[in-house]
C-alpha cells in the first residue's frame, strides 16, 4: 500500500471573493506501515490534506496515486478505496448515526456488501479491538462519554478492515485519562496490525511520543518532515510558525546551554531519562 501526492493544490471557494488556497502544491508519499503524525497551526492545511487521502475532497489540481493507480482516473473505484483508507473524524458524532452501537458499528461492514453474519463477525472483533464495554453495545451512541463515542467511531471503521487509518485530532475535548486511553490504543493497533496510521494532532507531546514520522504543515505547504528528534531539532524555525516543540525538549536544550553533554535530541519523558541516567553513570551528575 502506498499514498502519493504529486504537487496538489486545494482552493476552496475558487474563483469567487472567497478563495482560500487550502493547500499549495503538496508533494510527499506514505509508505505501508508508517505511523505518521500531521502538524500545524489551525489553518495550516492538516485537516484538508488528510480529506484528499481517500478522496473526500478532490485536488483542484495535482494527482493522487493509491497503490500506483491515478484516483481521479474516471474507471478508479473511489468507493473501494474509502474502505480501504478509513477515517475518524474530529467530533466522532459526524459519523455516529444507527439507533445503538452495535448496528452502528455493523453499517460499513453490510455497505460493503457482507452477509449479516460477517458483518456481526466484524463488529464484535472491532469492538473488542478497542475495548468497548459489552454493556454498552445496545446503547444509543448519543449517550455514550466522550470517550466511549471515540472508539465506538474508531471501531466503526476498523470493522471495514481498512489498509490505513487516519484520525483527526482523536483526542480532542477529552480529559487528560481518556487522551492517554485512546492514544494508548491507536498504538496498540498499529503495533499488532501493521497498518499505516496517519494522526492529525495539535499536542507536540503526543506525535514526539507515539509516531515515527512527522509532517508539519503550514499556509498549505509542507514546512518540515522527517523522524521526530529531526523536526524538533528546529526549534527556532517551528517557534516562527507559532508552534512549539515538547516541553522535555525545551528542558534538555536549556541542560545543554548550561555546558550539561546532552547526546541527541530527546523528545520524550523516556528518552530525556535514559540520557540523564547515562550522565549520572558517567559522573557528569
Do not use: C, W
Amino acid at each position: 500500500m502506498s499514498i502519493i501526492l504529486d504537487h496538489v493544490t486545494y482552493t476552496y471557494s475558487e474563483k469567487t471573493a472567497y478563495e482560500i488556497k487550502a493547500l499549495d502544491d503538496v508533494s510527499l508519499s506514505i509508505k505501508d506501515g508508517e505511523f505518521i503524525g500531521i502538524i500545524g497551526h489551525t489553518g495550516s492545511g492538516k485537516s484538508t490534506l488528510v480529506q484528499h487521502l481517500n478522496g473526500l475532497l478532490r485536488a483542484t489540481s495535482g494527482t493522487i496515486y493509491y497503490n500506483g493507480q491515478d484516483i481521479y482516473d474516471k474507471d478508479f473505484n473511489l468507493k473501494n478505496m474509502r474502505t480501504k483508507v478509513g477515517m475518524v473524524f474530529q467530533y466522532p458524532e459526524h459519523q455516529l448515526f444507527e439507533t445503538t452501537v452495535f448496528e452502528d458499528v455493523k453499517y460499513g461492514p453490510k455497505n460493503q456488501g457482507l452477509s449479516d453474519k460477517e458483518a456481526t463477525n466484524r463488529a464484535y472483533d472491532a469492538l473488542a479491538d478497542v475495548n468497548f464495554p459489552d454493556e454498552y453495545f445496545d446503547q444509543s451512541p448519543f449517550e455514550l462519554s466522550g470517550g466511549q463515542k471515540r472508539r465506538a467511531a474508531i471501531a466503526g471503521v476498523l470493522a471495514m478492515e481498512p489498509e490505513v487509518l487516519i484520525l483527526d485530532e482523536p483526542t480532542a475535548g477529552l480529559d487528560p485519562k481518556g487522551q492517554r486511553d485512546i492514544l494508548n490504543l491507536i498504538r496498540r493497533m498499529h503495533e499488532s496490525s501493521g497498518r499505516t496510521i496517519i494522526l492529525v494532532s495539535h499536542s507536540m507531546e503526543d506525535v514526539a511520543e507515539y509516531v515515527d514520522r512527522i509532517i508539519v504543515m503550514d499556509e498549505g505547504r509542507v514546512f518540515l518532515d522527517g523522524a521526530p528528534d529531526y523536526v524538533f531539532s528546529h526549534t527556532d524555525l517551528l517557534e516562527e510558525k507559532g508552534l512549539a516543540v515538547p516541553q522535555v525538549t525545551y528542558l534538555m536544550e536549556e541542560l545543554r546551554a548550561k555546558g550539561i553533554p546532552i547526546e541527541g535530541q530527546p523528545t520524550t519523558l523516556e528518552m530525556a531519562e535514559k540520557e540523564i541516567l547515562r550522565l549520572h553513570k558517567a559522573g557528569v551528575f
